[in-house]
T-cell receptor
Framework: DVKVTQSSRYLVKRTGEKVFLECVQDMDHENMFWYRQDPGLGLRLIYFSYDVKMKEKGDIPEGYSVSREKKERFSLILESASTNQTSMYLC???????????????FGSGTQLSVL | GENVEQHPSTLSVQEGDSAVIKCTYSDSASNYFPWYKQELGKGPQLIIDIRSNVGEKKDQRIAVTLNKTAKHFSLHITETQPEDSAVYFCAASRTYGNTGKLIFGQGTTLQVKP
């Protein structure tokens, strides 16, 4: 089974702190994604990556950056955390499908981040 | 921009009844429509998907229908069981080769009462 592991289940940080959310997948997938999940808003794409050292902005990249130095690891960075970044963060990976790159995403269990 | 609207936001059914969740999308070029199920404390998991060249797809107790003209697609769960209780997300994507982003709906919390 594909496993996508997020380093923390719960995280509490202070406003202005630099926050790192880590994600590791064990299936040699080329594609990795970061989403945030908020009640009533569904899942919104922050950033994604098709390959090592490559990154693409999603729909809500402001206030975030990412790093992909190794194929299996994709990090989300909050440069200066703010209270409106309190949310559930979900990492996902996929392998390029026969149709497109966003077929069959495998998600981690999520990190609930609270910024106080 | 692209948008996916999902209804209802919550749905409660008796075990054994059917459940239907509906989504509409705004981008007429969308051609891929997956459904994800998120159980408590877990990440979403793909349960079924449909492409724009197909009108209906079924997998045991779940089925998805697509109406391209109306830009509307639905998830149907028959003979619901308590383990079907979860949050369900629809999504739509316009995909060309290696590109394309999934746009998710707002989610539906399904409760199946024993």
């Amino acid at each position: 089974d594909v496993k996508v592991t997020q380093s923390s289940r719960y995280l509490v940080k202070r406003t202005g702190e630099k926050v790192f959310l880590e994600c590791v997948q064990d299936m040699d997938h080329e594609n990795m994604f970061w989403y945030r999940q908020d009640p009533g808003l569904g899942l919104r794409l922050i950033y994604f990556s098709y390959d090592v050292k490559m990154k693409e902005k999603g729909d809500i990249p402001e206030g975030y950056s990412v790093s992909r130095e190794k194929k299996e690891r994709f990090s989300l960075i909050l440069e200066s955390a703010s209270t409106n970044q309190t949310s559930m963060y979900l990492c996902a990976s996929s392998s390029p499908g026969t149709f497109a790159t966003n077929e069959k995403l495998f998600f981690g269990s999520g990190t609930q981040l609270s910024v106080l | 921009g692209e948008n996916v609207e999902q209804h209802p936001s919550t749905l409660s059914v008796q075990e054994g009844d059917s459940a239907v969740i509906k989504c509409t999308y705004s981008d007429s070029a969308s051609n891929y429509f997956p459904w994800y199920k998120q159980e408590l404390g877990k990440g979403p998991q793909l349960i079924i998907d449909i492409r724009s060249n197909v009108g209906e797809k079924k997998d045991q107790r779940i089925a998805v229908t697509l109406n391209k003209t109306a830009k509307h697609f639905s998830l149907h769960i028959t003979e619901t069981q308590p383990e079907d209780s979860a949050v369900y997300f629809c999504a739509a994507s316009r995909t060309y080769g290696n590109t394309g982003k999934l746009i998710f709906g707002q989610g539906t919390t399904l409760q199946v009462k024993p």
